[in-house]
């Protein structure tokens, strides 16, 4: 984690590359926190985690799939399904974060959209074949 004036960032790093890392506003980072939630069956901005890259590109495929949702009720039906399938304690906890911040992600959908296409040019330059970790608050 960074702790600026601005605000807290969560860190996205490949491999070791410090260079190369990617800061994300804890406030824009909703998306992956979603994704990476289904993605794992268990995730929390507050741990460090390292990722293959098949995992990684899971991920992203999550994400295509949230911000192309054509409806919240699509987005809120396909995340907690998803995350149902992957989380041996059930559904609850997605429930519980689209619940309170499906809102959030559906009204800023474009945002989000554009943070994700920033992220898949980020991971084709600097990404391939490299573990990425992901450094939390």
Do not use: R
């Amino acid at each position: 984690m960074v702790d600026t004036d601005d605000g807290n960032y969560i860190l996205l790093v490949p491999g070791n590359e410090k260079s190369n890392m990617l800061m994300i506003e804890e406030d824009f980072f909703l998306l992956l926190d979603l994704a990476l939630k289904i993605a794992l069956g268990e995730y929390s901005i507050y741990y460090n985690y390292s990722l293959s890259p098949n995992q990684w590109q899971n991920v992203l495929a999550i994400c295509d799939k949230i911000v192309n949702a054509n409806s919240f009720d699509a987005l809120f039906e396909y995340t907690t399904v998803a995350y149902y399938k992957t989380n041996t304690l059930g559904n609850s906890e997605t429930l519980y974060f689209v619940n309170n911040n499906g809102k959030e992600l559906w009204d800023n959908i474009e945002t989000y959209k554009a943070i994700l296409s920033d992220i898949k040019e980020w991971t084709d330059l600097f990404c391939q074949d490299v573990k990425i970790n992901i450094w939390g608050l």
